[in-house]
């Protein structure tokens, strides 16, 4: 099968991870794999390094004449059977290039928010031939933006061998949260400094470690600063070793504003990393209701502070969530994932 991918994300997110991931197993199972990524972007480079062919393509909005211009050379060069657009971005330039229209088009769904109303974007949804959701939460959002129930395939993301990680974090104190997640205003950094001055007021000693990059990285470190935390967090940026860090937590918190599912709580998960997550459908699948994972309503630093200080003091209940964890996790294999994926695929095409 002959595979045109598109995802043209400018940074390296869960979704940007999975594309990669998924495109080089593909590869390896003899299919015909090309990927269109926005040039010098990491997933570019990390899937190039995967053995993928990658086509960099300009940067520009999903409608920008060069962007459109680079995604039919690429197809009329490759002459895919199906198209594969993993990010919105890519969804758009496969049908305003009118690649579309020629090759059947799959596209991924991540975000648990509705699609647009507007003319062109109902467009834009009725041109793909089937979406992969990558939750319940995320094909609810199609569905009740009338996208057929047919036409909707649910499969979680999957994790590579090198996420399960055995290792316990060291013994506290300091007590080590993490946060990882993009700083885009939408993972809640914010909130994670909140919590940790309160968990500090209240006499615990903690810290917080922040995975991942993004413009409001300089704002969420001005405020830990103004509320004294400043010498308890560490901003380490992108990393590669996620996994590892995370072994070396006593609890991820993430306080995001949406979740489609959480690549952050899978890992977590995965590598034996207790998970305070606001309770949004994505995550609330992954921890089965809370059974393998603590939920927070709300967005209040408060409760957030409480959650966490009784995850962190009640070991008993720590050590059976991490073990919960880790036995959800291991059903989510991106072998697993893959073969899903290339069903859906082949059945596209």
């Known amino acids: 099968m002959k595979i045109l991918t598109l995802d043209l994300g400018a940074g390296w997110r869960g979704g940007q991870a999975q594309t990669a991931l ?4 593909l590869a390896r199972r003899g299919h015909d794999v090309a990927l269109i990524a926005r040039r010098r972007s990491p997933l570019a480079e990390r899937a190039r390094e995967a053995g993928v062919l990658v086509v960099e393509a300009p940067r520009g909005f999903e409608g920008a004449p060069r962007l459109l211009a680079a995604v039919r050379r690429a197809a009329r060069a490759f002459r895919p059977e199906v198209l594969w657009a993993c990010d919105a971005k890519g969804h758009g330039a496969a049908v305003w290039s009118l690649v579309a229209s020629r090759v059947p088009l799959v596209v991924h769904r991540r975000v648990s928010f509705a699609p647009g109303r507007g003319p062109l974007s109902r467009l ?4 793909a031939n089937r979406f992969i959701a990558v939750s319940r939460g995320v094909a609810a959002s199609l569905r009740e933006a009338g996208i057929p129930a047919a036409k909707i395939v649910v499969v979680p993301d999957g994790l590579p061998s090198s996420a399960f990680v055995s290792r316990d974090a060291p013994p506290p104190p300091p007590w080590r949260l993490a946060h990882v997640g993009a700083f885009d205003g939408l993972k809640g950094q914010e909130v994670a400094v909140a919590v940790l001055a309160r968990l500090v007021a209240r006499g615990l000693d903690a810290t917080l470690t922040f995975l991942g990059d993004g413009p409001e990285r300089e704002g969420v470190r001005r405020l830990a600063t103004g509320l ?14 996620v996994s590892v860090r995370l072994a070396g937590a006593h609890a991820l918190i993430l306080p995001s504003h949406a979740e489609g599912l959480s690549m952050a709580v899978m890992e977590a998960m995965a590598a034996g990393c207790a998970v305070v997550v606001r309770d949004l459908p994505g995550p609330r699948e992954l921890t089965a209701g809370g059974a393998a994972g603590i939920l927070v309503p709300s967005l209040d630093p408060s409760e957030w502070a409480d959650a966490t200080l009784s995850l962190l003091l009640e070991a008993p209940r720590r050590k059976h969530l991490v073990g919960a964890g880790r036995a959800a996790a291991a059903e989510w294999t991106i072998d697993r994932t893959v ?10 095409a």
């Open 22 to 25: 998924v495109s080089s197993s």
């Open 339 to 348: 073969s899903r994926i290339e069903a859906a695929l082949s059945e596209t």
């Open 124 to 127: 834009k949804y009725r041109r």
């Open 228 to 241: 004294a935390v400043a010498s308890r967090c560490a901003f380490v940026g992108e990393v590669r070793d």
